[in-house]
């Protein structure tokens, strides 16, 4: 038994951790998720809106569940993985700012992604 105990240990040890985001990777998601708390924005999952810190929070705890398990690697993934839709119910989340009417999040994050990745204009 004792064995046996051994080798499962050593084959679980044996198992490769999963690789992180790479650094560029890393910095969009979490830009993309402060951006969603700094919004303003009210953000609605299963029905119910919530505001802009409470879907940071929230988009957060889906991204640390993706990255324990090497599944986004880049910002398209985290967004079509995390920012879409439930994973419970597969109802699409939406994002609604002051004056504008509600849009799919995904298009709100798209966009967001979008606007980071302009290159910025050279100060001289």
Partial sequence: ??????????????????????????????????????????FQRNGSWYPAQKAQEHLRRKYDWLRERDMAANAEQFIERAGTKSSMSGRAYQVRCPGRPAIPSAVWLTERLREMRKPQPNPR
């Fill in 1 to 42: 038994m004792n064995r046996l105990f051994a080798l499962l240990i050593g084959l679980l040890l044996a198992l490769p951790a999963p690789a992180a985001p790479p650094p560029a990777a890393t910095r969009e998601i979490e830009a993309l998720i402060a951006a969603l708390g700094a919004s303003g924005c009210d």
